[in-house]
Every structure is written in C-alpha cells, then in structure tokens.
C-alpha cells in the first residue's frame, strides 16, 4: 500500500534536519498497532519506508542546522510492504496523532491521507530516489571495523545494493514461512545505471543510529527480478529504511 500523507506545520514553521525519526515513529506505532492485532501470521510484514518532504508539496529552504517551511503544509509518501495492510485500517491508526518535534517546538498536524496507486513494475524500470539511498562497506581495522558510506560511483555499489536488496527479501520470506535461493549468480545477473550525473549526497546527524549518516538521492534504472523491485519499492532500498531512507517511486 502507498500513501500520500499531508501534516499541516503548527506552532511554528522550522523543522530539525532529521525530522524524519519522528515521523518514523510515528509510522511505526501504527504498523506495530496492526500487527499486535493480526490474530496469525498470514503473509504480514512490518517492512516500511517514506520519503523525504515532497518538493512539490511545500516551499522550503534548508540551513545547516534546520529546515524553514515557507507554507504551513508539507506532505511525505509513505509505502508498507504488506498485502493484509488495508486504507481503513492503517488511516484510523494514524488520524488521532501529532508529531511534536521538540528540537524546534513545531507540531506536524495531520490533514489528510490519500491512497496512491500501485506501483506497475518489470525486470527493467526506472525508478526515482524521493530520499536518500544508504549502503554501507564494512572495513576491517586493527581496532575493529570502520563503516564506510559509499557513493554510487563506487565499484563495489550496485553488487552491495543488490545483496542488501535480496537478503533482506529472503528474510522476509523466511519468516513468512517460505523460502528464497539466492547465490552470486543471481546478483551478477542484475544490473543498476545511475541515470544522473552527480547523485545528491545527503547528510545528518543520527544519534539512533551512532552519529552522522550519509546517503545519495538520484534517478536511476534498475533490472531485477519484479518481485524484487517491488519490495524495494514498498519497504525501501538500501539501509534504514524505516527511518525514512531509500525511498522510490516509477519514474
């Protein structure tokens, strides 16, 4: 399922860099409110992603250390990687909340969820990053692993991006009863072209995560099996997805 989700900005028009971590929570209680109720596990998935505030939703202007809105409304798509998750049921566990941000003070009140289409996918479609898309490369040190953020133009990024992709699809899978073989030769098969040519590098500074974070938002084409574009689609690419990164929509 995909929404379009609208808050309207109250008691002030400055948002933190890393408002995103609210609105994660805040996604989060309503996922885990309808899994508690789901009475067996038929398929269900806690797997979520969101964007970044949609550009075309809102006038804004990013400091070094927040964001000023310029208009009181800002929306953000929202995708949930789970068949049983109906419109209904997902909106009545959101409508009665506000996110407070307290770095700022603002309150994001919400003003309206809309259902968005599905996404029509291929083995071969070209996506657009609407936040930014985290990999990470582990390097071992004599004082243990340094983790680096890479960038697209890296060599070693669509095969991590891919083996980020499928195993986190196997095991979802697995604890859905169910199972998904996978070997180099699936991923070597698979192909991803960055169809920008400077991907915009996004930074914050996560203290729930360990510190500063750093991804790239950018347009590109990916082939893959379907299956697996749309779980990147629906519960995000990359890493730290339910925070809100790795968030995509078909161009």
């Not at 900005?9 to 609210?22: C, D, E, H, I, M």
């Not at 009181?72 to 789970?82: E, T």
């Not at 909106?91 to 968005?116: D, F, G, M, Q, V």
Request: net charge positive.
């Amino acid at each position: 399922m995909n929404l379009l989700i609208t808050f309207e900005a109250k008691n002030g028009k400055v948002l933190p860099l890393n408002y995103q971590f609210a609105i994660s929570n805040w996604l989060k209680d309503a996922v885990n409110q309808f899994l508690a109720n789901q009475t067996e596990n038929n398929g269900t998935s806690g797997c979520f992603t969101f964007s970044n505030i949609l550009r075309e939703s809102t006038l804004m202007k990013a400091t070094p250390s927040n964001i000023n809105l310029m208009t009181r409304q800002l929306s953000i798509q929202a995708s949930f990687y789970d068949q049983h998750i109906d419109f209904e049921t997902i909106k009545s566990s959101l409508a009665p909340n506000e996110i407070h941000l307290s770095e700022t003070a603002t309150t994001l009140s919400l003003r309206k969820i809309s259902p968005l289409p599905e996404f029509s996918v291929s083995d071969r479609t070209c996506l657009i990053g609407l936040s930014p898309i985290i990999i990470t490369q582990s390097e071992r040190k004599k004082k243990g692993k340094l983790l680096r953020y890479i960038s697209p133009d890296h060599p070693d990024y669509a095969q991590l991006f891919f083996k980020s992709l499928i195993r986190r699809y196997a095991q979802n899978e697995l604890e859905n009863g169910r199972r998904f073989y996978y070997n180099a030769k699936t991923i070597s098969s698979m192909a991803l072209t960055v169809l920008e040519k400077t991907p915009k590098k996004k930074s914050i500074q996560a203290e729930q995560l360990g510190g500063k974070i750093s991804g790239y938002q950018f347009q590109f084409e990916i082939e893959a099996p379907s299956k697996l574009i749309r779980f990147g689609l629906k519960a995000g690419f990359g890493e730290f997805n339910e925070f809100g990164f790795g968030c995509c929509r078909v161009a």
